[in-house]
């Protein structure tokens, strides 16, 4: 089956700098690749998703690259603030065009924006 | 709409009893999804449903758990006879899927189970 590893488990970065979580996926038959942010006490919420025929996807300050060759795929978030600190998932499935399997999760990153 | 809804919030129960959680999607969402997420993990998939088909099931998914979807509206997830390792957050999600597009799942916020 699918595993996906995820690093750092914690980061810290200063206010308005940018912050990049990485993950890599074992599962070449995977094509869809979404990013949840998850606050305390709450469900996870999705932020920005990719799909494995595009390299890169940006939607404001947040933005998205894979590499379907070394199975990896990063999370950019520039110009962090205070509303970015929370617990960050990447996430791996299959996606037929009908709609997406059960997502892999991995372990998380504990993001943190230092005032 | 007010999103993915799930009852009950918080579940304390004793070892051995039997619990039912129940998960209200989406209005016309099709498929429906049951993670389930211990404290500083990710969430882990137990199994989804397309309408009233379950279609996938993880072998996380022990004989003592079960999950139904009969109207392919509402969904509940039972667990027997339940065990200390049961403890965590059981997340629901729900899609609509659109061919060709990514699929974007929406979580509801959890029922946490304590198993004492």
């Known amino acids: 089956g699918e595993n996906v590893e995820q690093h750092p488990s914690t980061l810290s970065v200063q206010e308005g700098d940018s912050a990049v979580i990485k993950c890599t996926y074992s599962d070449s038959a995977s094509n869809y690749f979404p990013w949840y942010k998850q606050e305390l006490g709450k469900g996870p919420q999705l932020i920005i998703d990719i799909r494995s025929n595009v390299g890169e996807k940006k939607d404001q300050r947040i933005a998205v690259t894979l590499n379907k060759t070394a199975k990896h795929f990063s999370l950019h978030i520039t110009e962090t603030q205070p509303e970015d600190s929370a617990v960050y998932f990447c996430a791996a499935s299959f996606d037929s065009g009908g709609g997406a399997d059960g997502l892999t999760f991995g372990k998380g990153t504990h993001l943190i924006i230092q005032p | 709409d007010t999103g993915v809804s799930q009852d009950p919030r918080h579940k304390i129960t004793k070892r051995g009893q039997n619990v039912t959680f129940r998960c209200d999607p989406i209005s016309e969402h099709n498929r429906l999804y049951w993670y389930r997420q211990t404290l500083g993990q990710g969430p882990e998939f137990l199994t989804y449903?397309?309408?009233?088909?379950?279609?996938?099931k993880s072998r996380l998914l022990s004989d003592r758990f079960s999950a139904e979807r009969p109207k392919g509206s509402f969904s509940t997830l039972e667990i027997q006879r339940t065990e200390q390792g049961d403890s965590a957050m059981y997340l629901c999600?729900?899609?609509?899927?659109?061919?060709?597009?990514?699929?974007?799942?929406?979580f509801g916020q959890g029922t946490r189970l304590t198993v004492v």
């Open positions: 999600a729900s899609s609509l899927p659109l061919s060709g597009r990514g699929t974007e799942a929406f």
């Open positions: 449903f397309q309408n009233e088909a379950q279609l996938e």
